[in-house]
């Protein structure tokens, strides 16, 4: 099969480009010219790369036959003043992709989306505004759209939650502190591994699916408070230096505290089954994010 993915370089999307490869998929992905592919330096060579600043979707959709579109990536905003670059990464720009797969039979479209509110910032608007889009497209196309509670595993963004805990934790320095909210929030963590399984399972089995839009909340069986997994992170990692203080920060507005129910029976179904509880997914990024600190 022929896959165009974005956000190849990106945490989930390097995972799902190693999995592909495997199962001898084709694959075109799209990046920025100043993106740094070092999570896929020893395969980088077996992908067809575009760059996003040079690209011509409706000549690319004409020139290459698309089997699937797997969108991945995604701007957090965070820090944003001016939301004109977010909306064109999380708005426009899959707009465009799915306007063309729509008129040039591309037969399944993945995106991967999130449980937020649409109303805590920017990013999470966007979201929502872009999935309010793809719906129109359903007609012409299998949507499927993956809506996560809480991926995290190794080589992840530092500013994202789970890979900033867990690597301030692994350096058990002195005299350090992280500041937290109260922690009553729960989420489903999901190990990245698990992840990738679930999309490979929906590529396979998309001829299960027929033109029209499929949602799916995705999280893990149980779901884990914020406190609980950043305790049991430090329990982890052996840490007895950092000072965790929790209610240092307030909850952010419309901050969600418990995620609406998980589609696991749905996904069960499929064929997809969690394998990876939180101790073993945390152990597994310890273990290998320690050896990227050494």
């Not at 790369?49 to 995604?74: P, Q, R, S």
């Amino acid at each position: 099969m022929r896959i165009l993915l974005t956000g190849g370089n990106s945490f989930l999307g390097s995972n799902l480009v190693k999995k592909l490869i495997q199962f001898n998929h084709e694959l075109l992905c799209i990046k920025r010219k100043s993106s740094n592919l070092w999570r896929l330096k020893d395969i980088e060579h077996l992908i067809s790369w575009f760059d996003l600043e040079e690209i011509n979707f409706e000549k690319f959709f004409k020139k290459n036959k698309i089997d699937y579109v797997i969108h991945c990536a995604t701007d957090y905003g965070r820090n944003v003043i001016d939301p004109i670059n977010l909306i064109n990464i999380n708005l426009i720009i899959p707009l465009k992709l799915a306007h063309y797969a729509s008129k040039n039979n591309v037969s399944c479209f993945i995106n991967t989306d999130t449980i937020l509110d649409k109303r805590i910032n920017s990013y999470t608007l966007s979201k929502k505004h872009f999935l309010d889009w793809l719906k129109n497209y359903s007609n012409n196309l299998k949507i499927i759209n993956l809506a996560f509670e809480h991926f995290y595993g190794p080589n992840d963004n530092k500013t994202k939650f789970a890979s900033y805990i867990i690597d301030k934790l692994i350096r058990n320095e002195d005299d350090t502190e992280i500041k937290l909210t109260p922690g009553q929030q729960k989420r489903g963590f999901l190990y990245i591994d698990d992840v990738v399984d679930l999309f490979i399972i929906l590529i396979n089995k998309e001829k299960d699916f027929s033109n029209s839009f499929y949602n799916f909340r995705v999280g893990s069986k149980d779901s884990t408070s914020i406190k609980e997994f950043v305790k049991l992170a430090k329990k982890l990692c052996n840490n007895d230096k950092t000072n965790l203080l929790f209610g240092a920060l307030p909850y952010r507005k419309n901050e969600i505290m418990k995620p609406p129910k998980t589609d696991i029976k749905k996904l069960a179904d499929l064929g997809w089954k969690q394998k990876y509880s939180l101790v073993n997914g945390i152990t597994k990024t310890i273990q290998i994010e320690r050896k990227n600190i050494k």
